[in-house]
């Protein structure tokens, strides 16, 4: 299953990620995966997760998809990666699987199991700084909305391997990937969220069809 954005007004709001909580990723290696179906039209930079006190990740992270042009991007404290145009289709179910290495100083974006297929010019490590974080919008204005279907979320305190990347494209459960360093695993099976690690309030999102492939 999975949970139906509006493109209006739905989202999942953590509310303040304050110091000590594992969600700030400040300094670390790590990895966030997600499945994701985006329809045609909506805002632009619509957001998968935004932890953020401005654009472009301010004092935080983000990734978001652009329908218009069908990039994906990762932005981390103002530091922009993204896909090339025509990353994804839409109308249709994508996995998509972003990565921080702080040791190579280095992001990566893989979209269905791919390689890298990302570009940037700036490397900024995660930051311990307080922000709000929001599934389907972010915390600034309007005009970042989800508008589509988002499940099986995920966030690991570590840099995946490909073979772990392909295993979660090719259907595999987040919680049979490398779970010692599985932070955050929201399959987002009902309105209630069904989770392990920190609770989302939900505000409007509705249940609806995914089919995974492997349990």
């Not at 990666?81 to 990565?99: E, I, K, M, P, Q």
């Not at 979209?111 to 890298?116: A, F, L, R, T």
């Not at 930051?127 to 974080?133: D, F, G, I, S, Y």
Request: aromatic share 10%; with cysteine.
């Amino acid at each position: 299953m999975a949970l139906e954005f509006d493109g209006l007004t739905d989202e999942l709001d953590y509310g303040s990620i304050t110091s000590g909580n594992p969600l700030m990723l400040n300094w670390n290696d790590a990895t966030i995966s997600c499945w994701f179906y985006q329809r045609s039209g909506g805002d632009d930079y619509q957001r998968i997760v935004d932890k953020s006190t401005n654009h472009t990740g301010t004092n935080g992270y983000n990734v978001w998809c652009w329908p218009s042009t069908r990039q994906i991007g990762l932005s981390v404290n103002l530091a922009d990666y993204r896909t090339g145009n025509n990353a994804y289709s839409l109308d249709t179910w994508h996995h998509v699987a972003v990565t921080v290495d702080s040791a190579a100083g280095a992001y990566a974006i893989h979209v269905d199991g791919s390689g890298n297929i990302g570009s940037g010019s700036t490397y900024n490590a995660l930051p311990l700084a307080t922000a709000n974080m929001k599934h389907g919008s972010w915390n600034h204005s309007t005009g970042r909305e989800w508008d589509g279907y988002l499940a099986e979320f995920a966030i690991w305190t570590e840099v995946l391997s490909q073979d772990d990347i392909e295993a979660l494209a090719g259907g595999f459960a987040p919680r049979y990937i490398q779970p010692q360093s599985l932070i955050q695993y929201l399959p987002m099976v009902s309105n209630d969220v069904a989770h392990s690690g920190e609770t989302p309030t939900n505000n409007g999102a509705t249940k609806a069809p995914h089919l995974r492939r492997v349990g």
